[in-house]
Each structure stands twice: as C-alpha cells, then as structure tokens.
Nanobody
Framework: QVQLVESGGGLVQAGGSLRLSCAAS????????MGWYRQAPGKQRELVAV???????NYTDAVKGRFTISRDNAKKTVFLQMNSLKPEDTAVYYC?????????????????WGQGTQVTVSS
C-alpha cells in the first residue's frame, strides 16, 4: 500500500525557515509529478509548488522567490525549503504525488496524499 509521510513542520518566527520532506513508500513503479499544497483555517486547499519527474517546477505567486521545491527520485522524496516565512504562510501543508503502483493483481495510476504537517509562523 502506498504511503506518503511528511515531516519537518513546526513553529517558527516570521522571517525564519523550515524544510518539509515527504517520502513515498510501497510498491511504486513510477512517480510523476510531486507537489505541496496547503490549507489555512477557513480556506480552501491551494497548490503551493509542483515538480515534475524531469525537474520542472511551478510555484504559486505568493511563494515565488521564497520557497524551493526539489526531489530525490532515488529516495522517492520531495522537499519544500521555505525561507522568509510570513504569518500568512501558516497552514497545514500536504504532500501530493501522481504515481503508478502495483501488486500481483494490478497496475494503477492515481493521486496520493500525505496526512499533512502543521506550519505555524508567528509575527
């Protein structure tokens, strides 16, 4: 069974940095795009950053120049380096992956989510 496990969230002062990690495990054949989303209280979940298997990246305007997404394909892990954090970055951050997994009876492609990690930025 595929799992995405996030780590690295926490409490930080405005202007500080955090690095989130998300490791995929299970019977995974290939991982295509991986990304980070966030959801603040009372708001919809939004895309923060995405990275393709080839390394192309895309960011929401609010984090451009401050956040960097990267991945280690060998370790099936995606990272989000967050610098110059602002109070408005406070949210639960979710890892997301489009991947193909398999078992003895199937091969399937789908989208998987991590359980979320809290990031709180104090002013």
């Amino acid at each position: 069974q595929v799992q995405l496990v996030e780590s690295g969230g926490g409490l930080v002062q405005a202007g500080g940095s955090l690095r989130l990690s998300c490791a995929a495990s299970g019977r995974i054949f290939t991982i295509n795009a991986m990304g980070w989303y966030r959801q603040a209280p009372g708001k919809q979940r939004e895309l923060v950053a995405v990275i393709t298997s080839g390394g192309r990246t895309n960011y929401t305007d609010a984090v451009k120049g401050r956040f960097t997404i990267s991945r280690d394909n060998a370790k099936k892990t995606v990272f989000l380096q967050m610098n110059s954090l602002k109070p408005e970055d406070t949210a639960v951050y979710y890892c997301n992956a489009d991947l193909t997994d398999y078992s003895v009876t199937y091969v399937r492609t789908g989208t998987y989510w991590g359980q979320g990690t809290q990031v709180t930025v104090s002013s």
